[in-house]
T-cell receptor, first 113, second 114 residues
Framework: EADIYQTPRYLVIGTGKKITLECSQT?????MYWYQQDPGMELHLIHYSYGVNSTEKGDLSSESTVSRIRTEHFPLTLESARPSHTSQYLC????????????FGPGTRLTVT | KNQVEQSPQSLIILEGKNCTLQCNYTVSPFSNLRWYKQDTGRGPVSLTIMTFSENTKSNGRYTATLDADTKQSSLHITASQLSDSASYIC?????????????FGRGTQLTVWP
């Protein structure tokens, strides 16, 4: 089982609140990713990182921001949550190039009321 | 445009029966194809991974096939169990992607009834 963790697992929060979704991995992987997934839909890449101090936006535009100060930690922040941010957020990490398996965390189910 | 299409969208079978899920892709250049199992409210877990030169790979009751010429893959589940109820996602990676770029299908939602 992959050592990649996400907290919280579930979050219900009111509009306008600032939230941070945590993701950490203990495998020493340089590459980390954030995906957004709506029910019955495919995963969409919203952020990725090649390593410490490296962050890039993914395919799907997102109002969230990320940081990578430590290899093992890749938090995602929403400054002002809106109902349109309601979704499942999945964090993943990769040990090498695309030939390797990408390991996923359990996800955070976010509901903004 | 790189795409991954899966069929059927959903499937219901009785416990003990076999089933086959399909995946067609247009990702190029192709690197590898993975099948993931995603339980409700959980992250995807890898079942199999196949490169261009592999045309079949098994993992217990799961057998994946790949036809790189027609750009098709299938996942065959033998003697289904209640715990097989999940979404099965086909994921294709493009060759030489240092990003580790993955293209995801929408998944097939499998329900196994007793």
């Amino acid at each position: 089982e992959a050592d990649i963790y996400q907290t919280p697992r579930y979050l219900v929060i009111g509009t306008g609140k600032k939230i941070t979704l945590e993701c950490s991995q203990t495998m020493g992987h340089d590459k980390m990713y954030w995906y957004q997934q709506d029910p019955g839909m495919e995963l969409h890449l919203i952020h990725y990182s090649y390593g410490v101090n490296s962050t890039e936006k993914g395919d799907l535009s997102s109002e969230s921001t990320v940081s990578r100060i430590r290899t093992e930690h890749f938090p995602l922040t929403l400054e002002s949550a809106r109902p349109s941010h309601t979704s499942q957020y999945l964090c993943a990490s990769l040990p090498g190039d695309s030939s390797y398996e990408q390991y996923f965390g359990p996800g955070t189910r976010l509901t903004v009321t | 445009k790189n795409q991954v299409e899966q069929s059927p969208q959903s499937l219901i079978i009785l416990e003990g029966k076999n089933c086959t899920l399909q995946c067609n892709y247009t990702v190029s250049p192709f690197s590898n194809l993975r099948w993931y199992k995603q339980d409700t409210g959980r992250g995807p877990v890898s079942l199999t991974i196949m490169t261009f030169s592999e045309n079949t790979k098994s993992n217990g009751r799961y057998t994946a096939t790949l036809d790189a010429d027609t750009k098709q893959s299938s996942l065959h589940i033998t003697a289904s169990q209640l715990s097989d109820s999940a979404s099965y996602i086909c994921v294709v990676s493009d060759r030489g992607s240092t990003l580790g770029r993955l293209y995801f299908g929408r998944g097939t939602q499998l329900t196994v009834w007793p």
